[in-house]
């Protein structure tokens, strides 16, 4: 056993790769090979990339035709923008929203903190699905909202917000927005408050440490939260399609398009091969400021 | 115990003279959390210069009462003054006033030089200034080679270094320690607290230090002020403290002792005499005591001035005989626990002058205890 390299931590160790393997890395491979393919009418709709020439020769055949379509028509290139843009700004909106609310959650008495807490993920126990439906109601024209401002006399006829950008960006702020709080109360629910003091001692207003010392030593949190949310909302297809304008390019819904209507397996391939290469790199930040974090880069 | 240094020195007595104006008077200040009343009507002068020791067990106030003077709380009642300057009010970051904490606080996120420097960036101050500031403080410190480090680049003691330098180099007019010297190991302990006092006669800036720790508070200060459930119960200078001591519980706290409860059998002007049960003879004092014969009153012996011997002493009191039943070698000293006839164990130390004597007292030897008239001191609470 041992010299077969069967030790109980490397079996431990051994099932995460193994899941990963099965579950990302294979997944991934097919898509890629889809994604170098030609597309055909015929079950399942590409070509096979190896076939037999001969008894004796194997041909691979690699169609680059896929990603050059994405460069050449501009839809793609717009969707993308698109895309990064309204989770960019989606993500700084989040950010503005729940640093406030992260920070009086760590700072309020243990026992409120776990209600507080509690129901930032309550609406994790609904569909997220059903949650987003939900929006068309609050926001439509004879919706919650607007019933209400013109109950209140604010308004005299409905704003036509349901299918515009406003509605995507409620949608992914709203259905997002935990995954911002929590990092970043978990950063800051272990700050050492005395540092607070120490600042406040050394001559600091309240604004003034928390701008310098508070600020500073979330940045692990902001970054994790901000990742948690731009990643996700960048290949967001449901959100848009339900609430937004149905001509608002998204990178999602292109791929949606290209799959399933289009059935264009080689294009839709090369479509998500190309986000997961812009997503990679804020990826591969997140890891480099996480690995900084547990190696003692920002900690005491 | 260890002895002051300032003892070596010229005399540093402002509290003798009647003129001293008080530096930081704490004016009946109480503070209390909801019904616990953490301090209690405390009063309390500090004078420019001194090294003032609030020592005390775990949660007897002496930690708030530091608190209130760098401003994280305010007192419940009462005032507090520094150089003449009511402080009650007003908010940490205006104080003059800079404090070390226990845990030293040093922002993770900056260097030691940046550390050092935040306090004067606040005030605004310019860089060429903050930078000489910052290197000369560095230097005192003994820390200039690690300025560009991070804190977690740096060991406890230097640690402990660059919370010092941070909260000095604003040179503020009273400087709050909070168990300056608890984080660091025996060894490195003794040697900062020297250090500390070599700073702080630098430099000329007011102490005041709080510390669960005796012989730390005996090494560093000019005066102590011990403390008990929120009340300040006695001050004075190391060896007042560890030899007038103004009550059992003062007695007990510094150093050890021995306690023999007795009666006041007569009480003159010049001596007294009291009748203790465990005792074989009279305890015998050459000072009076302001209490009613008859009396109960204690009479507390220090290990180190009783005096162990074979033979009985001629004297008609401060003796009694005894039977050894352990004794602990300490290499400079040895340690003496002697039981009494009724039962009582009385401690004694006796110097170890001798590199060889053959003819010490040993186990299960029945020895006389003795004492000089000057050494009992008798409290009455």
Known sequence: MKRLGLTGTNLVTAVPYLWLLLFFLVPFVIVLKISFSDAQISMPPYQPLIHWVSEKALQ??????????????????????????????????????????????????????????????????????????????????????????????????????????????????YSYLPFMILPLYANLEKMDLTLLEAASDLGCRPWQAFMKITVPLSVPGIIAGCLLVFIPAVGEFVIPSLLGDPGMLMIGKVLWTEFFNNRDWPVASAVAIALLMFLVIPIMYYQRAQDAEAGGGLHR | MATSPRATQQKFEPWTDPDAKPYVRIEKVTKKFGDFVAVDDVTLDIYKKEIFCLLGASGCGKTTLLRMLAGFERPTAGRIFIDGVDMTAIPPYERPVNMMFQSYAIFPHMTVEQNVAFGLKQEGLAKSEIARRVTEMLELV?????????????????????????????????????????????????????????????????????????????????????????????????????????????????????????????????????????????????????????????????????????????????????????????GDMSIYLLKLDSGKIVRVTQPNVYRHVDDRVTWDERVYLSWHSTSPVVVTK
């Open chain 1, 60 to 173: 691979i055949q690699l169609n680059f035709g896929n990603f050059a379509f994405l460069v050449e028509d501009n839809l793609y290139w717009r969707a993308y923008l698109n895309s990064i843009f309204v989770a960019g700004v989606s993500t700084v909106l989040c950010l503005l929203i729940g640093y406030p609310i992260a920070y009086s959650i760590a700072r309020s008495s243990p026992s409120t903190r776990n209600i507080l807490m509690l129901m930032v993920v309550l609406p994790f126990w609904t569909s997220f699905l059903l949650r987003v439906y939900a929006w068309i109601g609050i926001l439509k024209n004879n919706g919650l909202l607007n019933n209400l401002l013109m109950w209140l006399g604010i308004i005299h006829e409905p704003i036509h917000m349901l299918q515009t950008d406003f509605a995507v960006y409620v949608g992914i702020v």
């Open chain 2, 142 to 330: 003994k820390l200039g080679q690690f300025a560009k480090r991070k804190p977690h680049q740096l060991s406890g003691g230097q640690r402990q270094r660059v919370a010092l330098a941070r909260s000095l180099v604003k040179k503020p007019k009273l400087l709050l320690l909070d168990e300056p010297l608890a984080a660091l190991d025996k060894k490195l302990r003794e040697h900062t607290q020297f250090e500390l006092i070599n700073i702080q006669e630098t430099l000329g800036v007011t102490f005041v230090v709080v510390t669960h720790d005796q012989e730390e508070a005996m090494t560093l200060s000019s005066r102590i002020g011990l403390m008990n459930h929120g009340e300040i119960v006695q001050v004075g200078t190391p060896s007042e403290i560890y030899e007038y001591p103004s009550s059992r519980f003062v007695a007990e706290f510094i150093g050890s002792v021995n306690m023999f409860e007795g009666r006041l059998v007569e009480d003159e002007p010049s001596y007294v005499r009291i009748q203790c049960d465990d005792l074989d003879t009279p305890v015998y004092v050459d000072h009076g005591v302001s209490s009613a014969p008859g009396a109960t009153v204690w009479a507390a012996v220090r290990p180190e001035k009783i005096l162990l011997g074979r033979e009985k002493p001629a004297t008609p009191d401060n003796w009694t005989s005894a039977v050894v039943r352990d004794i602990a070698y300490m």
